[in-house]
Structure formats: C-alpha cells, structure tokens
C-alpha cells in the first residue's frame, strides 16, 4: 500500500478557481512534499513543508500540514490553464525507513480556459 | 535543469530478455532513487541508493535488481523481463539530505515488453 494517497484523483475547474488537492498519508513523517507531473514529463517539485510546520506558501501555492490527521492540502490560487498538469504528494517514512521517498497516486487537475 | 540523463529513453524488448536502464547524474548527489509509473498507481518504489554500493529495496523490487558502482550511475536490471514491467521508469536524485530535501527527476524511460 502507498504511504500518501491524494484526493480528489481528478479536479476539473475552470480557469481563475481556486484548485485544492489533500493527501493523506499513514506513518510519521518527517516532512511532506508537492510535485507536479507535465504530461509525458518528469515531475517537478513544488514545495516542502516539514513536520514541525503547518502551512507553508510559495507563490500561488499554499501547503497545510496537519500532522495529528495524517494529512496535507496544496491550494492553487487563481489557477491558470497552464497549471493542467498531474500533483503528486511525497513522504519520508520517518524511522529506519527514512531515506525512502514515497509518493501518492495523484491528483489530475484540468483547468478549463 | 538537474543534470540526470536516462537512458534510453524508449526500449521494446522480448519477455524473457534481460534489460538494463540507466540513470547518470552531473550533481554529485548522494540518493538515487528507480521507480516506475502506471496509470492509476502513481510512482511506486523499485530501489534506492544513499551512497556508492549501498542499495535498498523499494515497495515493488521483486523481478529488479540495481547497482550502483560509482556516485554518477545508478542502474536498474530486469533480470527476466515480463509483459508486467510494461511501464515508465524515473530516476531522481537528491542531496545529502535524502528525502528530507528536493528530489530532482530525468524524462523518463518507456519500457515495453511484448
């Protein structure tokens, strides 16, 4: 089973919303990041918000951690068309299984010019 | 850009044959990760690297094996290759922090078995 899951797994919005897109996750972490995945492309990352922090902003990102729920939301402000793209959450596994890197099944966002 | 080249980049190859994919990196980071990406299943953990020879497994290695022979190079072997590692593999990248830090992606290799 993956350590973060995303919801919603698809978003479709139209172009100036307001995106949000949550992750949850199951064992203690360390931190939690973003990425954003291009069609056909690498991911990219996008933020990184550590355990002892609860929201973190970059932009037109904003990043919440609530580490008593397990769980993480990436708000998009004023999105844009160019922001169509799939977002993928990503953990640590804190512990003796820290080097791993673990990432989410994703949320595809289509936004609607 | 990273400087993380995978190669190549698209393969077509028999079931049963062995494959090797290959991740060279310019950045001189110290964790190299291999996961591959299926629709509906998100990036899946195959390997990882924290050092040279030092290697462990992922969420998904059974039918994988990886070695990592100098800082630069981080290779990926399907030992036997099925029509089930049909898929897209990344290699990323990150500093002395691991996963505590930014990771940094290649394009990809599109691997299908027939």
């Known amino acids: 089973s993956q350590q973060g899951e995303e919801d919603p797994q698809a978003l479709s919005i139209q172009e100036g919303e307001n995106a949000t897109m949550n992750c949850s996750y199951k064992?203690?972490?360390?931190?939690l990041q973003w990425y954003r995945q291009n069609s056909g492309r690498g991911l990219v990352h996008l933020i990184l918000?550590?355990?002892?922090?609860r929201e973190k902003h970059s932009g037109r990102l904003r990043v919440t951690l609530d580490t008593s729920k397990k769980s993480s939301s990436l708000l998009i402000t004023a999105s844009r068309a160019a922001d169509t793209a799939s977002y993928f959450c990503?953990?640590?596994?804190?512990?003796?299984?820290?080097?791993?890197?673990?990432f989410g099944s994703g949320t595809r966002l289509l936004v609607r010019p | 850009d990273a400087g993380i080249t995978q190669s190549p980049r698209h393969k077509v190859t028999e079931t049963g044959t062995p494959v090797t994919l290959r991740c060279h990196q310019t950045?001189?980071?110290?964790?190299m990760y291999w996961y591959r990406q299926d629709p509906g299943h998100g990036l899946r953990l195959i390997h990882y690297?924290?050092?040279?020879?030092?290697?462990d497994k992922g969420e998904v290695s059974d039918g994988y094996s990886v070695s990592r022979s100098k800082t630069e190079d981080f290779l990926l072997t399907l030992e036997s290759a099925t029509s089930s590692q049909t898929s897209v593999y990344f290699c990323?990248?990150?500093?002395?922090?691991?996963?505590?830090?930014?990771?940094?992606f290649g394009q990809g290799t599109r691997l299908t078995v027939v």
């Open positions: 690297s924290y050092g040279v020879k030092d290697t």
């Open positions: 064992t203690s972490i360390n931190n």
């Open positions: 918000i550590r355990s002892n922090e």
């Open positions: 990503a953990t640590d596994k804190g512990g003796d299984s820290s080097y791993k890197l673990i």
């Open positions: 990323a990248i990150s500093g002395n922090e691991g996963p505590n830090t930014e990771a940094f």
């Open positions: 950045e001189n980071h110290r964790y």
